[in-house]
């Protein structure tokens, strides 16, 4: 099993709908999460990041943590075009001395 | 947030050649930095852990006699790929943690676009 694992994708979906990004993690101590969002060529930019059990909300992100089920995801309502990027989760790792593992990324494309 | 400034942002040579690649944390201290690379389509792969004052630590697989990495102050990391092929094409980032935040959370580089010829 994959330490930090996406659907690769591509997610289409149409301009106002809601993306929906998931996420899955094997490192059962792992507390924080963060989810980064790579526009093509260029380097990856926090965009969310959850620490507890539950939702949060940032503007038209959601971020949805359950611990139990080791499962994240983000939700991004009204999607835009400028939203159509390749999302990528992050899970530090406390067995390999903290390091930040990324999953492979879901490419998102939001069509007019 | 904070930055991290990466440069060059591209750079072409011929196969051999040394390049050298500069990370810099402009406004927090990094005692820790990462070096990630990032192949077309794919996530980034961690390289190597690059820490203040000390060797970096590498990750399976990535010859460290061929990435050299030095962390000689807690603003400046860098990457050497040492007589470089074209295979080692590929995108190389950068990241940083601030040392006065107890988070894991990652500040990236604009990254390197290396091409060997």
């Known amino acids: 099993q994959k330490e930090v694992e996406q659907n690769s994708g591509p997610l289409s979906v149409p301009e106002g709908a809601i993306a929906s990004l998931n996420c899955t993690y094997s490192d059962r101590v792992s507390q924080s999460f963060f989810w980064y969002r790579q526009y093509s060529g260029k380097s990856p930019e926090l965009i969310m990041s959850i620490y507890s059990n539950g939702d949060k909300e940032d503007g038209r992100f959601t971020a949805q943590l359950n611990k139990a089920s080791q499962y994240v995801s983000l939700l991004i309502r009204d999607s835009q075009p400028s939203d159509s990027a390749t999302y990528l989760c992050?899970?530090?790792?406390?067995?390999?001395?903290?390091?930040?593992?990324f999953g492979q990324g879901t490419e998102l494309s939001v069509k007019p | 947030g904070a930055v991290v400034s990466q440069h060059p942002s591209r750079v072409i040579c011929k196969s051999g050649t040394s390049v050298k690649i500069e990370c810099r944390s402009l406004d927090f201290q990094a005692t820790t930095m990462f070096w990630y690379r990032q192949f077309p389509k794919q996530s980034l792969m961690l390289m190597a852990t690059s820490n203040e004052g000390s060797k970096a630590t590498y990750e399976q697989g990535v010859e460290k006699d061929k990435f050299l990495i030095n962390h000689a102050s807690l603003t400046l990391s860098t990457l050497t790929v040492t007589s470089a092929h074209p295979e080692d094409s590929s995108f190389y980032i950068c990241?940083?943690?601030?040392?006065?935040?107890?988070?894991?959370?990652?500040?990236f580089g604009s990254g390197t676009q290396l091409s060997v010829l």
């Open positions: 992050a899970v530090p790792t406390y067995n390999q001395g903290g390091k930040l593992i």
């Open positions: 990241s940083a943690r601030d040392r006065e935040i107890a988070d894991e959370k990652l500040f």
